[in-house]
DNA sequence: AATGAATGAGCATTCATTCAT
DNA sequence: GATGAATGAATGCTCATTCAT
């Protein structure tokens, strides 16, 4: 009985998945969930409090991993020079690699619920690291911090987009992403 | 009285615009819009025939402006080296300026219309030049399209980036383009 | 000004009639009706209470001279033997003529209004003349009443056919009315 | 359960036949079938997908056999002289008798419906055999079709007259429709 | 644990009607 | 007299959520 509860609520928490990377949390019914998983809606309620509920046990331990991703990577104060943003990527990879549906819902389907900043936040992680570790090593000076932002948007977007074209090709996932960042931060100097 | 309901219909263009921005425009409620006017939502369809026709007055003209736009640039076939995408970026920026709002809505907000293929369609051009114009000058040879459609997104994504972020200081916005395309398309060399 | 007031009123009448017979007087809008007199409709209610109102100043004089057909063909009483059926039906005929659009629409088009129940009233005045001096000459004793009124019905429901298929011709209406109570009350002897 | 669920389903679909027949398709609405059944509107979603699948639920059965009789006694082509339309008038009683309710729903209230013209359909067909098998039977010429159009509408509404008051008392609805038959198209020559 | 049943608020939309101007 | 503006209740329908069984 044990055992059944669990398969259950791993077949609803992989339906859910689905439906929120199908449709987004917020246009996501929880009749579809039930549907896919065999059950009655009402049932969803017997393991997850709310649409919410079922979002958290979705998303929130990748949605941990990452915030202890940016966290562990700026605890050397803000002057560290390494890891660079092309590591940061290649870690954020890693997560991804292991939690690539969840970590889609992140990025692409939680609107409406109380995730829908993290993307921002990202973006804005990302932006003051490449305005203190970046910007500097630039001649002309900028104004620096809403460029900062606009480059680090340009460059979750793109490393995002991967991840979404992601057909379980791991290689071929790093080598794009490393042609990638090569062409737009590093001036792509190893690919000309 | 002509001019109170032009001041009404401009009202709910604004208020409109202002829920598209906000919330999207199939989570828009005409009620929401309403209130913001101060209205009741039937009053809405004195000027409007539906929600739909609310988005097209709103966001049409833009959209020929930049249907047109994607069509001109297209104009001298596959071969053409200018106008660069530094170049088409301006243009976009000219079309940006004239249209703020209708703009991010029809890059941020327009899931649920018939509008909402529009990003799409800019990628994918953008991915098309960059494929045929931009990758073939690299030495190595990538897995192009797929790279190619995602420094597009990439890129699209800082420039309507920094357009979300405008606070009306156009010149600000010019030379923050400048330079993120510099940074991220011609590998900065004459920032560094 | 008066001249212009009767004739917008007239105009208001003239669409009325026709959207009630169109579309019937519960499917008819005020402001379809406005519509077709090129005013608001708003300004209906400068000359009609309401949508009843406009209703009764259409058909409440064809609905006075229908009654007063009724009473006076029954004022001598229950036994009378003339005016036969075919003769009500030449009055009948001569009302119509004279008021076709109001007619039809209290026949076909006044559902949801107060006369909704004009053309039971007439079912039920034909029914108690069948009864009482058609019935009564036949030899074999029926259950007479109800039959009497699906007589009755059908007799009316042939009569309104032929009126709402009526195209100006009134002399073909006449000769069409003369063959259908030939054929259907005396047994078509002048026709056979 | 499973029986509290169908008898809340056979509450709606009866509390649905009786708001149709009261006041047609068009106008029934999904609270007042609800208020009937002493549940919500939208639980009646539980059971139905929409009104209109309500709607068939009710008549699609009557529908079929309505249409099967139709193409049926049509089998032996346009020369055929039997069966006649009185054993016709028979073969409809037998549907009626079997489904009161859905019937007089077809054949009054409809309108709004995909159903609508379910009764021109009869019409214009036993205008078609009137005017194919009855009138060339009469020695003077008629304009013909007008006038079997006339006198199908006529039948028809007197069956369905019939149909509408029918009490229980099949034997009497039996012998009515049979004497208003012998009456309307036989000269009610058994009768005289 | 699981279900079927039910709710109530929400949605876009329509429309007769009112009213200040 | 006429208008434009506005209302509020009603429509069919959806959905997260609750609850007795």
Redesign the interface.
Known sequence: MQIQKEEIRGGILEAAKEEFLAVGY??ASMRAIAERVGITAGNIYAYFNNKESLLDAIVSPTMAKLQELISNVSKDGILMTEPTIAELAQQITDVFLQNRLQFLILMYGC??SKYEHIRQEFTRYAAFRIETELLP????K??SR??A???A???????F??FS?FDGDEK?LR??MK??LM??LY??????
């Open positions: 917020r246009h609107s409406g090593r630039l001649s002309r900028t104004q809403l460029l932002e606009a480059i948007e340009s460059l979750l977007s793109g490393i987009y991967l074209r071929t080598q794009n042609d990638f062409l737009t001036h792509g100097t190893e690919l000309l």
